[in-house]
């Protein structure tokens, strides 16, 4: 059945052609011949050049002007003109091919179909001739718009093509944006690129899922091209996101280019976070030598719904840059106010540079900054060497530690004084505190510091030291006794001193007292010297100590100390006794007093009267009894008496001597004194009275002078008993 409807249209279609073929004879000017046959050669080039020259070849065949010979010529017949084909359409298949079709006019037509870009301007993309009522175009450019032409044409013969029939302007589908890359994010924005291929006209952004207004886009390039020219399709694009809800919260943003009324979407969604907010605040606690602690704050401007935060990422790096390594760490958001993080291994005295961001989704914020320093390491104090006015400091430097020197600090604490400070180099361990006051306790440290005024200084413990005092001037002898010594201790440099040490040649037990103590004043202090032995012969050597309280239990001594010698006077005489009564002589005796070799002499005093009267009575006679020192070097005329006598006794025992040139029955006292170098005997002594006897020659008028009295008494006695009677 087809073959012969096959054969049917072939014998048609030659019965057209024929009779197409008779020739007639008409007015036809040679001018009119040459246009047809011209058009003709058109059409057959339109079939058959490149498209980009096709609209120039129809211009230039239609511009032709006929002449105005006219000529009698045997015209053929030409075809009626096809009309132009119903229905054409334009359909996108994908993004770089298209699918024209059009109505089938005749099984004798072919068709040319031309592909142009929407201008301005307006460019041929390609021109194919076929039998078929449809033809795909491929090798298109995505999201571009395009519209077609087809025209009918004869397919034997002069190939005569009527008008064209205009298509529908379509567009391929634009290509799906590829590349998607977040570019920043700020706190409720998200900035992010991707590339494009071919043309766009807008952007349809997904937010989650869900269709998202707020969102700007742009190109890097515009497309103006033109299809000669070599142009990369390819650009760069960029969009925003803004307005978005929660910092630091992570969202799903798929992108969906648009062309016309034909959407690709990306392969594929972006997760992008905005960037969390960033700590209110930061706050170094109290540091340590190797730790501290930081404070941080939670975000202040927004409410707790309005952000999300995972992590704090800490950052810190010294600020010296032999020790400028970077150190992280990471610990973990806190619901509370406030997150405290203690942060460890530091160096002592290191000032940190402390950065802290806030993390979400791997988003960062800005970091907010703090300076932080360690606490200093003390030094060790080594040794103190004390002398009369400085103190010599020793000291071993802090390990592990930043510094940038030390201070040296020497305070009085007894009696309370002023504080010297001296400063020390970095790389110094020692020191002298100098211009101090002898004799004086010094509470004495070592600071580390360093002069940024970041960090509070370290101080080593005090220790205390004692300055040595300097010695007396002079000590000498402001009165003595038996037992005792009296000192004058005296000075002429400025020191200090809470005690005297004193030792005797010969040696004794004897010690320092004073009620109301003046030490190491430059003016006198009587200071009492006992017990010692009477009548001896001292060295006496006092030097300045300084020992206060539980500070040093070896004192501090001046040296070299100051000597006198000194002697304590003899024990007074307290065996005298008188003997041998004569009228004009008495005998005495006595014990000399201990230490007797250093008697230099005695005063053997004899006063008028007895020894219940009054002392100071007239001084009938001093006899000085030399023992060993002649009586010119012995301060004589201590009293004034009517007789003074010089001689010479055997001092080594027991002593008697005849006093001469008494009166007869007259009553006497006497008392003895002995004298060494430091001066008389020390206290009274025991005083002797006694009374002369009358002269032998006068018995007889004594014997009647005796009578007499008696005789007197009687009579008394008998007055007395009469007068008694006469009253009862």
Same mark, same amino acid.
């Given at each position: 059945?087809?073959?012969?409807?096959?054969?049917?249209?072939?014998?048609?279609?030659?019965?057209?052609?024929?009779?197409?073929?008779?020739?007639?004879?008409?007015? $036809?000017?040679?001018?009119?011949?040459?246009?047809?046959?011209?058009? +003709?050669?058109?059409?057959?080039?339109?079939?058959?050049?490149?498209?980009?020259?096709?609209?120039?070849?129809?211009?230039?065949?239609?511009?032709?002007?006929?002449?105005?010979?006219?000529?009698?010529?045997?015209?053929?017949?030409?075809?009626?003109?096809?009309?132009?084909?119903?229905?054409?359409?334009?359909?996108?298949?994908?993004?770089?091919? @298209?699918?024209?079709?059009?109505?089938?006019?005749?099984?004798? *037509?072919?068709?040319?179909?031309?592909?142009?870009?929407?201008?301005?301007?307006?460019?041929?993309?390609?021109?194919?001739?076929?039998?078929?009522?449809?033809?795909?175009?491929?090798?298109?450019?995505?999201?571009?718009?395009?519209?077609?032409?087809?025209?009918?044409? *004869?397919?034997?013969?002069?190939?005569?093509?009527?008008?064209?029939?205009?298509?529908? $302007?379509?567009?391929?589908?634009?290509?799906?944006?590829?590349?998607?890359?977040?570019?920043?994010?700020?706190?409720?924005?998200?900035?992010?690129?991707?590339?494009?291929?071919?043309?766009?006209?807008?952007?349809?952004?997904?937010?989650?899922?869900?269709?998202?207004?707020?969102?700007?886009?742009?190109?890097?390039?515009?497309?103006?091209?033109?299809?000669?020219?070599?142009?990369?399709?390819?650009?760069?694009?960029?969009?925003?996101?803004?307005?978005?809800?929660?910092?630091?919260?992570?969202?799903?943003?798929?992108?969906?280019?648009?062309?016309?009324?034909?959407?690709?979407?990306?392969?594929? +969604?972006?997760?992008?976070?905005?960037?969390?907010?960033?700590?209110?605040?930061?706050?170094?606690?109290?540091?340590?030598?190797?730790?501290?602690?930081?404070?941080?704050?939670?975000?202040?401007?927004? +409410?707790?719904?309005?952000?999300?935060?995972?992590?704090? @990422?800490?950052?810190?790096?010294?600020?010296?840059?032999?020790?400028?390594?970077?150190?992280?760490?990471?610990?973990?958001?806190?619901? +509370?106010?406030?997150?405290?993080?203690?942060? $460890?291994?530091?160096?002592?005295?290191?000032?940190?540079?402390?950065?802290?961001?806030?993390?979400?989704?791997?988003?960062?914020?800005?970091?907010?900054?703090?300076?932080?320093?360690?606490?200093?390491?003390?030094?060790?104090?080594?040794?103190?060497?004390?002398?009369?006015?400085?103190?010599? $400091?020793?000291?071993?430097?802090?390990?592990?530690?930043? *510094?940038?020197?030390?201070?040296?600090?020497?305070?009085?604490?007894?009696?309370?004084?002023?504080?010297?400070?001296?400063?020390?180099?970095?790389?110094?361990?020692?020191?002298?505190?100098?211009?101090?006051?002898?004799?004086?306790?010094?509470?004495?440290?070592?600071?580390?510091?360093?002069?940024?005024?970041?960090?509070?200084?370290?101080?080593?413990?005090?220790?205390?030291?004692?300055?040595?005092?300097?010695?007396?001037?002079?000590?000498?002898?402001?009165?003595?006794?038996?037992?005792?010594?009296?000192?004058?201790?005296?000075?002429?440099?400025?020191?200090?001193?809470?005690?005297?040490?004193?030792?005797?040649?010969?040696?004794?037990?004897?010690?320092?007292?004073?009620?109301?103590?003046?030490?190491?004043?430059?003016?006198?202090?009587?200071?009492?010297?006992?017990?010692?032995?009477?009548?001896?012969?001292?060295?006496?050597?006092?030097?300045?100590?300084?020992?206060?309280?539980?500070?040093?239990?070896?004192?501090?001594?001046?040296?070299?100390?100051?000597?006198?010698?000194?002697?304590? @006077?003899?024990?007074?005489?307290?065996?005298?006794?008188?003997?041998?009564?004569?009228?004009?002589?008495?005998?005495?005796?006595?014990?000399?007093?201990?230490?007797?070799?250093?008697?230099?002499?005695?005063?053997?005093?004899?006063?008028?009267?007895?020894?219940?009267?009054?002392?100071?009575?007239?001084?009938?006679?001093?006899?000085?009894?030399?023992?060993?020192?002649?009586?010119?070097?012995?301060?004589?005329?201590?009293?004034?008496?009517?007789?003074?006598?010089?001689?010479?006794?055997?001092?080594?025992?027991?002593?008697?001597?005849? @006093?001469?040139?008494?009166?007869?029955?007259?009553?006497?006292?006497?008392?003895?004194?002995?004298?060494?170098?430091?001066?008389?005997?020390?206290?009274?002594?025991?005083?002797?009275?006694?009374?002369?006897?009358?002269?032998?020659?006068?018995?007889?008028?004594?014997?009647?002078?005796?009578?007499?009295?008696?005789?007197?008494?009687?009579?008394?006695?008998?007055?007395?008993?009469?007068?008694?009677?006469?009253?009862?």
């Amino acid at each position: 059945m087809d073959m012969n409807r096959a054969v049917v249209c072939l014998l048609v279609m030659i019965c057209w052609l024929g009779i197409g073929q008779v020739r007639i004879t008409a007015g $036809v000017t040679q001018a009119d011949t040459s246009t047809v046959t011209h058009i +003709s050669e058109s059409e057959t080039a339109t079939q058959t050049t490149n498209p980009t020259t096709e609209s120039e070849t129809t211009t230039e065949a239609t511009t032709l002007q006929p002449t105005t010979t006219a000529v009698q010529a045997t015209t053929v017949i030409p075809r009626p003109v096809p009309g132009a084909p119903n229905a054409t359409t334009l359909v996108p298949l994908d993004t770089v091919s @298209v699918l024209v079709e059009w109505s089938n006019m005749s099984v004798l *037509y072919s068709y040319n179909v031309t592909l142009y870009t929407v201008g301005p301007p307006e460019e041929i993309f390609s021109s194919v001739l076929t039998n078929a009522t449809s033809n795909g175009f491929y090798g298109l450019i995505p999201g571009v718009s395009y519209k077609a032409s087809v025209s009918a044409c *004869y397919r034997l013969g002069s190939e005569t093509c009527g008008n064209a029939s205009g298509s529908n $302007v379509g567009n391929t589908y634009p290509a799906a944006p590829t590349g998607l890359t977040v570019d920043n994010q700020t706190l409720n924005t998200i900035a992010f690129t991707w590339t494009q291929y071919g043309e766009v006209t807008n952007y349809t952004l997904l937010v989650n899922g869900s269709y998202y207004a707020s969102f700007d886009w742009t190109m890097n390039s515009s497309f103006n091209w033109t299809m000669n020219s070599s142009f990369n399709w390819t650009t760069n694009a960029s969009g925003v996101v803004y307005g978005l809800g929660v910092s630091g919260a992570l969202y799903e943003l798929s992108l969906i280019s648009v062309s016309g009324n034909l959407e690709n979407r990306a392969n594929g +969604s972006l997760p992008a976070a905005t960037e969390p907010p960033m700590p209110s605040s930061l706050s170094c606690g109290v540091p340590s030598n190797s730790t501290f602690n930081i404070t941080i704050f939670s975000p202040s401007s927004l +409410s707790p719904s309005q952000y999300h935060i995972a992590t704090y @990422v800490i950052t810190y790096t010294s600020t010296i840059p032999d020790l400028s390594s970077v150190n992280t760490t990471e610990v973990n958001f806190s619901d +509370s106010n406030v997150t405290d993080v203690y942060l $460890v291994s530091l160096t002592a005295g290191v000032t940190y540079n402390i950065s802290v961001q806030s993390l979400s989704y791997n988003v960062s914020s800005p970091a907010i900054s703090q300076l932080c320093t360690t606490a200093l390491n003390a030094p060790t104090l080594t040794n103190l060497s004390e002398s009369q006015q400085k103190i010599d $400091v020793s000291w071993a430097p802090p390990p592990n530690s930043n *510094y940038d020197g030390f201070e040296v600090h020497c305070v009085m604490q007894q009696p309370p004084g002023p504080t010297v400070t001296v400063y020390a180099a970095k790389n110094e361990t020692s020191a002298v505190c100098s211009n101090l006051t002898a004799g004086s306790l010094y509470g004495v440290s070592v600071v580390t510091v360093l002069y940024n005024n970041l960090t509070t200084p370290a101080t080593s413990p005090v220790q205390q030291s004692i300055t040595i005092p300097y010695p007396p001037t002079n000590v000498t002898s402001a009165g003595q006794t038996n037992s005792s010594l009296t000192l004058n201790i005296t000075y002429t440099l400025t020191t200090n001193c809470n005690s005297y040490g004193v030792s005797t040649e010969p040696v004794s037990n004897a010690a320092l007292s004073s009620s109301t103590p003046m030490y190491c004043t430059p003016n006198s202090t009587p200071w009492l010297l006992t017990p010692l032995s009477s009548n001896q012969n001292y060295v006496v050597s006092v030097w300045a100590v300084a020992a206060y309280g539980n500070v040093s239990s070896t004192p501090v001594s001046s040296t070299p100390c100051v000597s006198s010698t000194l002697w304590t @006077v003899a024990s007074p005489v307290t065996s005298l006794s008188a003997s041998d009564f004569q009228p004009t002589s008495v005998t005495m005796s006595w014990s000399p007093p201990e230490n007797s070799q250093n008697i230099l002499y005695y005063t053997l005093s004899v006063m008028y009267g007895s020894s219940s009267q009054a002392v100071g009575s007239q001084c009938a006679q001093i006899i000085y009894l030399n023992c060993h020192q002649p009586a010119s070097a012995i301060e004589l005329q201590q009293k004034v008496c009517a007789i003074n006598t010089n001689t010479t006794v055997n001092c080594s025992g027991p002593i008697t001597y005849t @006093v001469n040139g008494l009166e007869a029955m007259t009553s006497y006292v006497a008392n003895v004194s002995a004298y060494n170098p430091g001066g008389p005997s020390g206290g009274p002594g025991n005083s002797v009275s006694f009374e002369t006897t009358a002269p032998a020659a006068s018995n007889g008028w004594i014997a009647g002078l005796v009578i007499g009295l008696l005789v007197l008494v009687a009579i008394a006695i008998l007055i007395g008993y009469f007068t008694w009677r006469r009253k009862k």
